[in-house]
């Protein structure tokens, strides 16, 4: 680990940005109203879904988020997706509501959203909430924004680190997500925070290596939403060059423990399985299996119930375009290896079920092919997974 790290949360806040969260009526009961103030211009870098439906605010924000900006307003309980162009005057309506407010060009606003989609914002609920979500702002508001912007999470998601360069520096990351989660761009709406001076130019390529290396490493149930969003917000004073090695594995560490914090808290799971495969010809054929794995319901379920099925995690990474050798396969559960070259090793399949009986569960696929290796986060698949989402509109 570099020195100069300290992984011990100490106060959640970075001076000059300010954090609330409110109940403004967008939802039934609850905070759903997040808005953050920059004191001083922010740069921002972004990395938005690969879903082809776009909503609302990724088309917004890529209007915006090139320039400076000041403010970051965030909605649960309305994805403000598919409502046309509707929906993108809504937003610039609100920014044009809330700059006077604070003092600030009306083009130095950003906005995220997430709920259900098909419908627009609640324009004058949002409009008249938004002096008292300015009052409510403080610099030790971050909890109220982090629960504002939740869904069917079960908590909030921050993560704080400290970075030692010219002087002490705070990275904090704050995430919603819990269903939706594709591996193809997972999640949800993420936002890093820090006064740590660097250019987009000089953090764009390390910050999208690090969301694919965290939050493309997690599924949940292979559902890529409209709406996912991850923006990093960093100061605009004189770069502290020396220190961007640091900065940037900062930066890593804080996603990696967002993503995991939402794999864990994945609609219905009780466990997630980590599926390494290794052993392929070439790394993006280990993906390949790995994803088709992560996505299998019968995988998924065969998790929920703690059952060594081997058969359908070979099943599975035979459905690909893959070349593979299914002599070669060696699978193992937990450390326990189940199958070599394709055939079953006699196991206690007592012993195997309490092994599985976990919250964590280690699966390792073995292409024996060559060097190349991938892995991904899971979830299990349950009753409960389907019954938040066979009611999530009511």
Request: charge should be positive; proline fraction near 4%; aromatic fraction near 6%.
């Amino acid at each position: 680990m570099t020195a100069g790290w300290n992984k011990m949360a100490t106060k959640l806040s970075i001076k000059g940005i300010e954090f609330s969260g409110i109940a403004a009526g967008i939802k039934p009961q609850g905070l759903d109203l997040g808005l953050v103030v920059f004191r001083d211009p922010m740069n921002v870098v972004s990395v938005y879904t690969r879903n082809q439906v776009k909503c609302a605010h990724i088309l917004y924000d890529r209007t915006i988020e090139k320039k400076p900006v000041r403010a970051l307003v965030v909605n649960s309980g309305c994805a403000n997706a598919c409502t046309g162009q509707g929906g993108i005057d809504d937003l610039a309506s609100l920014a044009s509501s809330l700059s006077p407010l604070i003092d600030i060009d009306r083009k130095e606003v950003l906005f995220a959203s997430t709920g259900v989609i098909g419908k627009r914002l609640p324009l004058e609920t949002i409009r008249s909430a938004l002096p008292l979500s300015v009052e409510a702002r403080s610099e030790s508001g971050l909890d109220d924004f982090a629960r504002a912007i939740m869904t069917t999470d079960t908590y909030p998601k921050v993560v704080r680190r400290s970075v030692k360069g010219k002087k002490p520096y705070t990275i904090i990351g704050v995430a919603k997500g819990s269903g939706m989660i594709n591996p193809l761009f997972a999640t949800m709406l993420a936002f890093v925070f820090t006064d740590f001076p660097v250019s987009p130019a000089d953090i764009r390529r390390s910050f999208k290596t690090a969301v694919k290396e965290s939050f493309e490493r997690i599924t949940v149930d292979g559902e890529c939403s409209t709406n996912d969003t991850v923006l990093l917000f960093t100061s605009q004073k004189e770069e502290d060059a020396d220190a961007l090695p640091v900065f940037e594995e900062g930066l890593r560490d804080v996603l990696k423990d967002l993503s995991m914090m939402v794999v864990r808290d994945g609609e219905g799971a009780t466990r997630i399985a980590h599926i390494i495969v290794k052993g392929a010809k070439k790394k993006e054929w280990a993906e390949k299996v790995a994803r088709r794995i992560a996505l299998s319901p019968l995988t998924k379920t065969a998790f929920y119930g703690c059952d060594p099925n081997w058969g359908r995690i070979i099943a599975a990474a035979g459905d690909t375009d893959v070349p593979l050798d299914p002599a070669k396969i060696d699978i193992s559960i937990q450390g326990k290896m189940l199958a070599k070259g394709g055939v079953e090793i006699p196991f206690d399949e007592k012993k195997m079920k309490k092994l599985m009986d976990s919250k964590e569960i280690s699966v390792v696929v073995n292409l024996n092919q060559g060097k190349a290796s991938f892995d991904i986060f899971t979830t299990d698949l349950t009753y409960d997974y389907v019954k938040i989402n066979a009611s999530y509109r009511t």
